[in-house]
């Protein structure tokens, strides 16, 4: 399949080649990155890196984007969500004019109005996830195996980031519901071995409709309803998901001793992308010895470490959002580390960095 997509693209102009659309579609959708849509993923990047696309370049530019260093991350956390957003927050048809326009002046502007209602759309996703935690906060008998929020504030667009969102913070199932006067939607997201649309689905005497997949649902319902549902499914989840599976588990790839961490091995891994879902960036476990380490980032919250492994030599490392570890972990002390191999680069400088994902 790789070598049809790539044989057959190779002869096509800029005008007929759409597989860089493709390629935003795919990823974007969060589909298994294997098989065909690897490949379709994996070229496509390669036709983003040299777009003559006048909207995509609008867009690319706009989001502060190198054209040449796209990848699956740009495309899922920024490019994707600049053109979901109109969806979300008002009519999707101007996504649509950016990516089919050969007008600069038109994209440059569509471009803009796309990165304006993408702040508008993350204010609002922010506000709602706020106003979610809070009304947890105060209720703790919402943090049970199931988060279940319904509020008349909540905009429906939104409700799905909000409930992803949710998940991350407290690893649980968790159904946001914007609550109408007579009818409700709802959007759910789920955990790791807890098929939440089939759950939502043995309460289907109460739902007008519902649809997705074991990750993530949306359904209607009938808003005096709501109450029952909630006491169902959360009486459901209740039965159906046990303690180990409400622990977040890493799963490691690879122990290495970290003299293996080399240009080498870095080179051999990126033979592996596109990274995405069902092929994931490959992590690893060393013990190390902690040379240093100080905060970073603008508000402090970033931990940057040099460590060191059985050979002596130094390797920098950055967790991000461990901040708070800062005072904790003292030069020469001895901890494990679980980390993927990133490349850094700095004022021209290019060297590798350990990316840490948890540490003990």
Same mark, same amino acid.
């Given at each position: 399949?790789?070598?049809q997509i790539?044989?057959?693209?190779?002869h096509?102009?800029?005008?007929?080649?759409h597989l860089?659309l493709?390629?935003?579609?795919?990823?974007?959708?969060?589909?298994p990155?294997?098989?065909a849509?690897?490949?379709?993923?994996?070229?496509?990047?390669?036709?983003i890196q040299k777009t003559?696309?006048?909207?995509?370049?609008?867009?690319?530019k706009?989001a502060?984007?190198?054209k040449e260093k796209i990848?699956?991350y740009?495309?899922s956390?920024?490019?994707?969500?600049?053109l979901?957003?109109?969806?979300?927050?008002?009519?999707?048809? #101007?996504?649509?004019?950016?990516?089919?326009?050969?007008?600069?002046?038109k994209a440059?502007?569509?471009?803009?109005r796309?990165n304006?209602?993408?702040?508008?759309?993350q204010?609002?996703?922010e506000?709602? !996830?706020?106003?979610?935690k809070?009304?947890?906060?105060?209720?703790s008998?919402?943090?049970?195996?199931?988060?279940?929020i319904?509020h008349e504030s909540?905009?429906q667009r939104?409700?799905?980031l909000?409930a992803?969102?949710?998940?991350e913070?407290?690893?649980?199932? +968790?159904?946001?519901?914007s609550?109408g006067?007579v009818?409700?939607k709802?959007?759910?997201?789920?955990?790791?071995?807890?098929? !939440?649309?089939? +759950?939502?689905r043995?309460q289907?005497?109460?739902?007008?409709?519902v649809?997705?997949?074991?990750?993530a649902?949306?359904?209607t319902?009938e808003?005096e309803k709501?109450e029952?549902?909630?006491?169902?499914?959360t009486?459901?989840a209740?039965?159906n998901i046990?303690d180990e599976m409400?622990k977040k588990?890493?799963?490691? #790839?690879?122990k290495?001793?970290l003299?293996?961490?080399?240009?080498k091995l870095?080179?051999?891994?990126e033979?592996?992308?596109p990274?995405?879902m069902k092929n994931p960036e490959p992590?690893?476990c060393s013990e190390?010895?902690?040379?240093?380490?100080r905060?970073?980032?603008a508000?402090a919250?970033?931990?940057?470490l040099?460590?060191?492994?059985?050979?002596?030599?130094n390797? #920098?490392? !950055?967790?991000?959002?461990f901040?708070e570890?800062?005072?904790?972990?003292k030069?020469?002390?001895k901890?494990q580390i679980?980390?993927?191999i990133?490349k #850094?680069?700095?004022?021209g400088?290019k060297?590798?960095q350990l990316?840490?994902?948890?540490?003990?």
């Open positions: 399949v790789a070598n790539k044989n057959t693209t190779n096509l102009s800029p005008t007929t080649n860089d493709a390629a935003l579609g795919t990823i974007a959708d969060m589909v990155l294997v098989g849509n690897r490949s379709i993923a994996k070229y496509g990047l390669a036709e003559q696309r006048v909207g995509l370049l609008a867009l690319i706009e502060g984007l190198i990848g699956t740009e495309v956390f920024v490019l994707a969500p600049r979901n957003a109109l969806g979300r927050i008002d009519n999707a048809l #101007d996504a649509l004019r950016l990516l089919c326009t050969n007008d600069e002046n440059g502007q569509l471009a803009m796309l304006e209602v993408n702040g508008e759309r204010r609002l996703t506000e709602t !996830i706020l106003h979610a809070r009304l947890i906060s105060e209720n008998k919402q943090i049970t195996s199931l988060i279940f319904s909540y905009n939104v409700i799905g909000v992803g969102k949710l998940v913070s407290y690893y649980r199932p +968790a159904i946001v519901v609550q006067r009818f409700s709802a959007s759910a997201r789920s955990i790791s071995g807890f098929n !939440i649309v089939e +759950a939502i043995t289907a005497d109460l739902l007008v409709d649809g997705g997949h074991p990750m649902a949306g359904f319902i808003t709501l029952i549902l909630e006491q169902r499914l009486e459901f209740a039965k046990s409400l588990q890493l799963v490691i #790839d690879c290495l001793d003299e293996m961490v080399t240009t870095y080179g051999d891994l033979e592996l992308r990274f995405g992590t690893f190390v010895e902690v040379v240093e380490t905060l970073v980032g508000t919250k970033h931990l940057k040099v460590v060191k492994g059985s050979n002596d030599r390797y #920098d490392a !950055i967790a991000f959002n901040g570890l800062s005072g904790k972990i030069p020469g002390a901890i679980a980390y993927s990133a #850094d680069e700095w004022n400088n060297r590798l990316k840490i994902k948890d540490l003990k």
